[in-house]
């Protein structure tokens, strides 16, 4: 009996593997290894390099004089992007589902619009939209370790979403009165034709932006407009006291986690609190978490 040939692929992962894919894989997505991290640099630098190409060639003078040059280096970074792009959908398992991914779709994007302009010339300045896989920057300065802060700030303007809703509504009641009482003093002969006028003129006021275009021309609509910019100091700074208690709360809450430099060996992410048997960021099931003794005592 033929004995079965084992799959290309990993069953339980997007990950490659052996062969090929695996190395290719390593390089392409990820940047722990000297390889992937050089990789990433030089897209990076790519990318730019690309982007400063297009900026230069929207400047008439330097497109008279360098025009060809700089729609050939065009081309040479779309296709090297094209290259890395069909390598990316030939070393993962699930190709369709990378393409639809976030990086998927802008890696596309940022091909397109070359080959586009072929027939769409005005979609040529669409090509700068590749500097958005600049994102991937995060992966080389391994910024992932922040994701706990980030989920942080999110939870605390999550709970400090109804109390701003309800400022926010007492915010919009003055403004609405007050911009009524200076319909009402200044008129429309000072430049307040109507209340939503009136009101506009309320809000720029109270944020304290005051374009300048509608200005109380009385005595009276004067000490107003000068209470209200005076109230909008203190209109500035309550949501940001709301969101500050908020996050001392939540601070307070995750102060019995101890910080460590505990990694996933899935997914290599840090900073998991000692008592956790689950990767946060992939679901992984963590290996035990043994700290090291004092050497020292």
């Known amino acids: 009996m033929e004995k079965p040939s084992l799959p290309p692929f ?9 062969g090929w894919r695996l190395r290719v894989y390593t390089i392409i997505f990820e ?43 065009e081309w040479i970074f779309t296709l090297l992007f094209t290259a890395e792009y069909i390598a990316r959908l030939l070393c993962v398992r699930r190709p369709l589902q990378y393409a639809t991914s976030f990086f998927g779709i802008i890696d596309l994007v940022a091909v397109l619009p070359t080959y586009l302009a072929l027939f769409f010339p005005e979609l040529h300045a669409l090509i700068d939209v590749r500097v958005l896989r600049l994102l991937r920057v995060f992966r080389i300065f391994k910024l992932a370790a922040y994701v706990a802060e980030y ?3 999110g939870r605390a303007l999550a709970a400090s979403g109804r109390k701003i809703l309800v400022f926010l509504s007492a915010v919009l009641m003055v403004v609405l009165v007050m911009g009524t009482v200076m319909y009402v003093v200044e008129g429309p002969g000072n430049g307040f034709t109507s209340i939503p006028i009136a009101v506009y003129w309320a809000i720029s006021t109270v944020t304290t932006v005051g374009f300048g275009d509608i200005t109380p021309k009385t005595d009276l609509g004067r000490l107003i407009a000068s209470f209200m910019m005076l109230m909008g100091w203190g209109i500035l700074a309550v949501p940001t006291g709301i969101v500050t208690a908020e996050m001392a709360a939540q601070r307070r809450h995750q102060l019995f986690q101890t910080p460590t430099t505990r990694t996933c060996h899935e997914c290599l992410t840090e900073g998991h609190a000692a008592e956790a048997n689950f990767c946060f960021n992939c679901g992984a099931r963590l290996p035990p978490y043994q700290q090291q003794a004092d050497k020292g005592s």
């Open 31 to 73: 940047a722990d290894t000297r390889a992937g991290r050089l990789f990433d640099q030089a897209l990076i630098a790519v990318i730019l390099l690309s982007v400063a190409v297009v900026m230069a060639d929207s400047v008439q003078s330097v497109h008279r004089v360098y025009g060809n040059a700089l729609n050939a280096l």
């Open 151 to 153: 989920q942080f700030l």
């Open 10 to 18: 990993d069953s339980s992962h997007d990950k490659p593997l052996a």
